[in-house]
């Protein structure tokens, strides 16, 4: 069975840096798009960006190119986001899913927290 | 970039009851690549419906996606409680995703 373990909840100043992960198991991590995905404080999904782990081959919607990097480590099978210097308006849930070759994304990780203070 | 209109964004409804969701692209969208997800609070999102009309795996047939084009709608025939959520839909064109602004359907 297919499933991504997210890292645990995270309270951050701003200014500070934070990288939260998304660990695959299951059917090859590196063989689908992984994707992110903020969800903000009672607000809608927003499509942040995906990797491709097998070759780190990345895309960024454009709201979110230059504010975060994407990045994965396939030997572990672990996609990562990362934030060099965090807002408050940063504070939200983070998911990651697997896009299947169909294109939609198939499976979620429960979501990471972030919330930052100012 | 595809910017996808949900409407209504809040549907009271009881349950028993049938709830119709629109969502409208401001451009065209394949069907192929329009997609349905279903959200409870505290959880994460759940595929609903792919390719606009097909029922992922272990979703009742209660729930039905059509539409082509710009214009397309989910249907719930008969709600039922668990039915209670927040729905949104998402299109995917060569490598820009967009998800729409969500349809809360709650309990009247």
């Known amino acids: 069975e297919v499933q991504l373990e997210q890292s645990g909840a995270e309270v951050k100043k701003a200014g500070e840096s934070l990288k939260i992960s998304c660990k695959g198991s299951?059917?090859?991590?590196?063989?689908?798009?992984i994707g992110w995905v903020r969800q903000m404080p009672g607000k809608g999904l927003e499509w942040m960006g995906m990797?491709?782990?097998?070759?780190?081959?990345?895309r960024y919607s454009p709201s979110f190119e230059g504010q975060v990097t994407i990045s994965a480590d396939k030997s572990i099978s672990i996609a990562y986001l990362q934030w060099s210097s965090l807002k408050a308006s940063d504070t939200a849930i983070y998911y990651c899913a697997r896009r299947n070759y169909a294109g939609h994304f198939d499976y979620w990780g429960q979501g990471t927290l972030v919330t930052v203070s100012s | 970039e595809i910017v996808l209109t949900q409407s209504p964004g809040t549907l009271s409804l009881s349950p028993g009851e049938r709830a119709t969701l629109s969502c409208r692209a401001s451009q065209s969208v394949s069907s192929n690549y329009l997609v349905w997800y279903q959200q409870k609070p505290g959880q994460a999102p759940r595929l609903l419906i792919y390719?606009?009309?097909i029922r992922a795996t272990g979703v009742p047939d209660r729930f039905s996606g059509s539409g082509s084009g710009t214009d397309f709608s989910l249907t719930i025939s008969r709600l039922e409680p668990e039915d209670f959520a927040v729905y949104y839909c998402?299109?995917?064109?060569?490598?820009?995703?967009?998800f729409g602004g969500g349809t809360k359907v709650e309990i009247k």
């Open positions: 299951g059917d090859s991590f590196n063989r689908y798009w």
């Open positions: 390719g606009a009309s």
């Open positions: 990797i491709f782990p097998a070759d780190s081959d990345i």
């Open positions: 998402q299109q995917y064109g060569s490598s820009l995703l967009t």
